[in-house]
């Protein structure tokens, strides 16, 4: 089986490209493009998440895989690297039309991985080396490292739909409901309650219904 697969990072790319020089090739390789895969995602996400992970998981040994380039499997050199021993492991051979790659199993292509993975090895100790670099200074000059808990994946959320809470809080929403509808703790929604007047004032006002209602229903016994 020859599979073709094309990438494009938005929508506004288009794969027309990318289809006529897989096509250009195959023809001059004399192969029949079996099945087309294509999908528009970031290169960035992993391939386990992109139809590309699941068509590696069909694909077979003595099976094709062509790409325009290598940066189509993904944009992280890793990632590549470890797409590629996977092709290698079981057999599955790779082509690139830009590059001119070829990984099957000969000495060649087992020399270019090689290569690459060297490269990739490389890659992963420097990213690690100017973490633990930045790391160092921001807590030599006294900064706190890592996330306040609830002041940005949980709060933020609060923050971005703050209208809808106040209008929730107006027609008399319970605390615990909005806290289940955006999946927040009490203690994160009262830190974005006395950060924000507008919703403070909103409860306020929530509970000055609830008691005049309260009243009114012991009036009426």
């Known amino acids: 089986m020859v599979v073709a697969y094309l990438r494009v990072s938005t929508g506004r790319q288009h794969l027309a490209n990318q289809r006529d020089e897989i096509r250009r090739f195959a023809?001059?390789?004399?192969?029949?493009?079996?099945?087309?895969?294509?999908?528009?995602?970031?290169?960035?996400?992993?391939?386990?998440?992109?139809?590309?992970?699941?068509?590696?998981?069909?694909?077979?040994?003595?099976?094709?895989?062509?790409?325009?380039?290598?940066?189509?499997?993904?944009?992280?050199?890793?990632?590549?690297?470890?797409?590629?021993?996977?092709?290698?492991?079981?057999?599955?051979?790779?082509?690139?039309?830009?590059?001119?790659?070829?990984?099957?199993?000969?000495?060649?292509s087992k020399v270019l991985c090689f290569a690459f993975g060297l490269v990739a090895e490389i890659e992963r100790q420097l990213i690690s080396l100017r973490t633990k670099e930045a790391l160092a200074v921001r807590k030599s000059e006294g900064m706190q490292l890592g996330r306040q808990e609830g002041t940005y994946t949980k709060r933020q959320v609060l923050l971005e739909?703050?209208?809808?809470?106040?209008?929730?809080?107006k027609n008399d929403i319970s605390v615990n409901e909005i806290c289940k509808r955006y999946s927040v703790?009490?203690?994160?929604?009262?830190?974005?309650?006395?950060?924000?007047?507008?919703?403070?004032?909103?409860?306020?006002?929530?509970?000055?219904?609830?008691?005049?209602?309260?009243?009114?229903?012991?009036?009426?016994?």
């Open 185 to 221: 703790s009490r203690d994160t929604f009262t830190r974005f309650r006395d950060t924000c007047p507008e919703v403070f004032r909103a409860l306020k006002a929530k509970e000055k219904r609830r008691i005049a209602c309260l009243r009114s229903k012991r009036g009426q016994v």
């Open 27 to 108: 023809e001059s390789k004399n192969f029949t493009i079996n099945t087309w895969v294509m999908e528009v995602v970031s290169g960035s996400k992993q391939e386990s998440a992109r139809k590309l992970g699941s068509l590696l998981r069909r694909m077979k040994r003595g099976d094709t895989l062509i790409v325009t380039e290598i940066s189509r499997l993904s944009r992280t050199l890793t990632e590549v690297m470890s797409i590629m021993g996977k092709c290698l492991s079981r057999e599955i051979n790779l082509y690139t039309t830009k590059e001119g790659y070829s990984f099957d199993n000969s000495i060649n």
């Open 161 to 169: 739909n703050k209208s809808e809470i106040i209008k929730m809080l």
